[in-house]
């Protein structure tokens, strides 16, 4: 047995309360060198003397099964449950070489009656306070999510174009500063149409005042662009989606502020005078002409979002700033009714900032909806009280790599994906936002090499994962589109209704309709040996889909041809069936 392999961390991804009563524990050992685990388990009180008059822990014993393979290692899982919500727990692994041993909190002994009576080598879960438990709104476990980039996906007033905006050309390439006049009201006159598409959750990049198209560079957070609208149209807006069931996610910039917000100018005005100078964080004034590192200028005066001169980075250190940034979280919550936060760059603010803002969001809406832009391992923010997911690019990235690219192999990518899926809560990973491709990426069909049914197939595998899967606008129209700009040209609106539109709306659809089982249920990924990936989900239904990535057809087998009406059917290359139990 390869014991340097065996890893449990109380209190973790390891050891979480998944609700009230359910207690899940992992374990990790090495890559097929164990043939079994049994936990070992009871309450810590439960102790009573035998005959002898010797106190013996009276415990119980479950086996545990193999719930993953990662690249390095295996995954075992179990679920217990205890009557009087404690619980003590020691791990009894047997390796397939014979050797068995027991796991404890004071490390590795022989499996030995003695042995399991020693009461300080258990793990311990003194109290399962349900209060502790790591929750994550339901809702989003059914929800299909859409991500419209305001400014392009439907001009509804044309009274509040900006100068120079361009024709509504969809066969447009963008330039950087290019305006095209989309709003609110765009949106509103087109609700009913994602209503019919089947989404029911809409995710806005910025909508608050600021000079670019894309809004990132905040000037208030208190106003509505006024390219987009008022906030009369907003509040419309969000009780028409309300009513179609949708929910509302705002995307928040809190790692810095648009060169042009009051503050920011006011420091350029009054230098270490200003008011706001501690809310920046300034090594030197004055400030400007900015010193740009990665022009060798030497040091900046100032901390920016990456080397941008005209995204100064926000001290939310200072209680004043978080005061104001809490001040705006509640408001559009409380006055507008909206359901979630994205947070951008949420990696580069402090933990202290993201405890506060938790708190205040939820204070007023119990199952709001915390997202956390990060692009790598979120274990220390997913720990309950700071995000409820974040935006899943380890995982969608990974898929592409192999789907899009084949950079890895299926068997490389389901390790890798399983690997993933064991970095968080059961209940955490069920609110990441899987999504292939936004605003900052080039579009799904231009990375699938603009072949359609590729495009459909990798979005099928997401939409059959863990987590709310995200459509970027225009991806049901068969948009496709370069690197940004090129990714954010005019919503084709000539394709709705047509074959693509079909394909994604049909996709949709399965996942809304499977929500318990594709929401919540649990998640195992293999490659068969045919090559075909096979995804089982099991809750209320159980479900299977298969997917061919290989380059030529495959024999399916019995279950899943018989599920498509086939006598003896074959995969095609890029093809794809959902089977339902
Ligand atoms: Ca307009």
Redesign the pocket.
């Known amino acids: 047995m390869i014991t340097s392999a065996l890893r449990h961390r109380p209190e973790s991804e390891d050891c979480f309360l998944y609700d009230a009563d359910h207690l899940r524990l992992r374990l990790h050992t090495a890559k097929d060198d164990i043939a079994s685990v049994t936990v070992i388990a009871g309450d810590p009180y439960w102790i009573f003397a035998d005959a002898s008059g010797q106190n013996i822990f009276k415990y119980t014993e479950t086996k545990m099964t193999r719930i993953g393979q990662g690249e390095t290692q295996d995954y075992w899982g179990v679920t217990l449950t205890a009557p009087y919500h404690r619980v003590q727990y020691q791990f009894v692994i047997e390796g397939l070489d014979g050797t068995k041993m027991l796991l404890g909190d004071r490390g590795l002994r022989a499996d030995t009656e003695a042995n399991r009576q020693e009461l300080s080598n258990y793990f311990r879960v003194p109290y399962m306070h349900a209060i502790d438990a790591v929750q994550t709104p339901d809702w989003v476990k059914r929800t299909v999510w859409y991500q419209i980039f305001p400014e392009r996906f439907a001009?509804?007033?044309?009274n509040?174009?900006p100068v120079g905006t361009k024709p509504w050309r969809p066969e447009d390439h963008p330039g950087r500063d290019d305006f095209y006049?989309?709003?609110l009201?765009?949106v509103l006159d087109h609700l009913d149409d994602l209503q019919k598409l089947g989404v029911n959750g809409l995710y806005f990049c910025p909508i608050f005042a600021a000079s670019s198209n894309h809004k990132y560079d905040t000037i208030d957070y208190l106003e509505i662009d006024p390219?987009f609208g008022d906030k009369a149209l907003f509040a419309k807006l969000v009780k028409a989606a309300h009513k179609r069931g949708m929910k509302i996610m705002l995307d928040a910039v809190f790692n810095h502020m648009g060169y042009e917000s009051m503050q920011w100018q006011d420091v350029l005005a009054n230098g270490a005078q200003s008011r706001f100078a501690d809310w920046f964080h300034i090594n030197e004034f004055p400030v400007m002409p900015f010193r740009n590192p990665i022009k060798g200028e030497g040091q900046p005066q100032y901390e920016t979002f990456a080397f941008e001169p005209h995204m100064p980075k926000l001290n939310t250190a200072n209680p004043e700033v978080q005061d104001y940034l809490l001040t705006v979280a509640k408001y559009w919550v409380k006055e507008f009714d909206i359901d979630a936060w994205r947070l951008d760059v949420a990696n580069e603010v402090d933990h202290h900032f993201w405890r506060r803002f938790y708190s205040a969001v939820t204070s007023i809406k119990t199952d709001f909806y915390v997202l956390g832009e990060v692009w790598h391992s979120s274990q220390p923010w997913l720990n309950g009280g700071e995000f409820s997911g974040v935006m899943n690019y380890a995982y969608t990235e990974l898929t592409m790599d192999h789907f899009l690219t084949h950079k890895q192999t299926a068997t490389q990518m389901v390790a890798r994906l399983t690997d993933q899926l064991m970095l968080y809560r059961d209940q955490v990973n069920q609110v990441m936002l899987n999504m292939l491709d936004s605003h900052d990426t080039a579009r799904l069909l231009t990375l699938a090499h603009d072949d359609q049914e590729l495009a459909l197939q990798t979005l099928a595998f997401i939409f059959t994962q863990t987590g709310a899967p995200c459509i970027y606008y225009g991806t049901e129209m068969g948009m496709d589109g370069d690197n940004d700009p090129d990714d954010r040209r005019p919503m084709d609106w000539s394709k709705l209704g047509g074959a693509t539109w079909q394909s994604v709306a049909a996709l949709i659809k399965l996942r809304r309709k499977y929500a318990d089982t594709l929401g919540k249920g649990t998640t195992k990924l293999s490659v068969a040996p045919n090559g075909l990936i096979v995804v089982e989900r099991v809750g209320e239904q159980k479900l299977t889909a298969y997917f061919n990535t290989t380059d030529a057809p495959v024999q399916l087998t019995t279950d899943a041809a018989l599920a498509q009406g086939y006598a003896a059917g074959k995969l095609a290359p890029n093809g794809f069936v959902i089977k339902v139990d």
């Open positions: 001009n509804g007033d044309s509040n174009d006049g989309g709003d009201q765009g390219a």
